[in-house]
Structures are given as structure tokens and as C-alpha cells.
């Protein structure tokens, strides 16, 4: 493995659920004395908002980015990550090809059935089968990562508060160096946007890191957008159908309304006319 791909994928938003003993004792500030109330825990604050095509009622997902945050997750979060809620069948949301589908799915190697020594054997994907895991069990991840399994990405863009927005902060939150007077430890990284502001993980986009079929320059921006977009849509799949049928509803009942206004117009013509 290379060292580009190890620290792209090193632990991709893990440990951002469990804070260190250093990152707790760092975090906490001095005890109001016993007299005063005490002070009503801080809410934590808001991302920036960005502009999200599938952003509103009728939003619609960018395939294009779709496609691009696919990259940047197989070849970057998949190294740690799994996100096991999705079969490779599910990529024809994002408007790839049954080809293109069948081909990424058959490059990856799922454990096969024992051969007739009793050996594990191997065989490779196919689109029915679930994304494949970086690490065969949830205990294995934990005692490879420092004692935490790395979290499944799936659900990960509704799990976290303000979605897309507090993704894309977070993976654009890495300062190198940090501020003036910040905290610094040991082997851990300043980031804005994660409790403590320090973190393990070394920060997984770097510019050119991957490269976009479609010639789109690949900055850590434009990772982290496509990426943020991909996560939301793992999380929800199904939200461009929804919305277009939403639209189709929407717009039967405008016709019904208008039709019922011309009949009640029509009606009470008659009665005046009377």
C-alpha cells in the first residue's frame, strides 16, 4: 500500500466518536467556583452552509459529483471504511454502467468457500454483493486501529449534525500548522471541526490525490465537496425519486385545483344566469 493511499484512508472521520484522555483534558475549561450555577453546556456551532444541488424540496443530486465522490471514497475511505448497506447494484443510482458495475465489482475479492483441504479460498465480486470491508470483522478493525473500529460510512451523513455541510467542514477543517496558541500533542492533527480540535487522523484529501476521469481538477475542495455529495447520497439513495415524484404530485394537484376553480366558475354561472 502506498503511503498516499494509507494516509488518504487513514481512519476517514474514525475516532470522531470517542474523544482521547488528551483531547477531553485539553477541551474542558476551569470549574466555576462552587457558588455560581453551573454553566449550561455550549452548543456546538454550526458549519457554513454550501450550496448543495439536492439541496430543498425539489433538489436534485449531480451525477457528475456523484461520481466523482465514488472515486474519492473507493480509492480514498474504503481503505479503512466500510459502508455495508450498499451493494454495487446501487452504483446505477449514480449512472453507472451494468458494465462498468460488473467490472468494479469482479476486481474485488470476496471470501469464497473452502476447497476440499479445508482451506479458505477466495472469489471475486459480483454486483450483488455488499461493498466490500476493509477488515473481515468489526474486531479485527478495532485491534488494527488503536482499540476503535473505523465507522461504517452509510448512514454517516445523517448520523452527524448538519449533514453534508459539517462533512465538508471537517475534511477542509485541517490547519497546517495550526493557529497561533492552539493546543498541540503528539501525533495528533488540528482540525476546526472535531471536539478538542485534535484528531489522529492526518488529513486523507490531499490536491491530485485522485484523478477525475471527466478532467475535473481534483483540489481538496472539490474532493471534499463530491465526497460530502456521495456520503449524502449513501445516506438516501432514493431522494431523486422521491423528489420526482414529489414533482409529479405536486403538479397533479395544481391541475385538480385549477380544474376545480373552472367548474365552480362554471357552476355558479349557471345559478347567476338563473
Known sequence: MSVRAFLGGACLLSGLFLATPEQTALAQTPSAPASSPAAAPAEPAAPP????????????????????????????????????????????????SSKAISDLAHSKQFPGPVDEDGQPTTR??????HFKSPFPSEAAAAAMMGGVAPPDQSRL???????????????TGYRMPPPPGAPMVPGKFYNEWTDGHLIGMPPPLVEGGVSFPDGTKATVDQQARDVSTFLVWAADPHRNARHHIGKGVVLYLIVLLLLAIAWKKKIWKRLDGN
Open 49 to 96: 452552509h454550501q450550496k448543495w444541488s439536492f439541496d430543498g424540496a425539489f433538489g436534485q443530486f449531480d451525477q457528475a459529483s456523484l461520481q466523482r465522490g465514488f472515486l474519492v471514497y473507493d480509492h480514498v475511505c474504503s481503505t479503512c471504511h466500510g459502508m455495508r448497506s450498499l451493494t454495487y447494484n446501487d452504483l446505477a443510482g449514480i449512472g453507472l
Open 124 to 129: 471475486p465480486g459480483t454486483p450483488d454483493d
Open 157 to 171: 451523513a445523517l448520523i452527524k449534525p448538519h449533514g453534508a455541510d459539517w462533512l465538508y467542514a471537517f475534511l
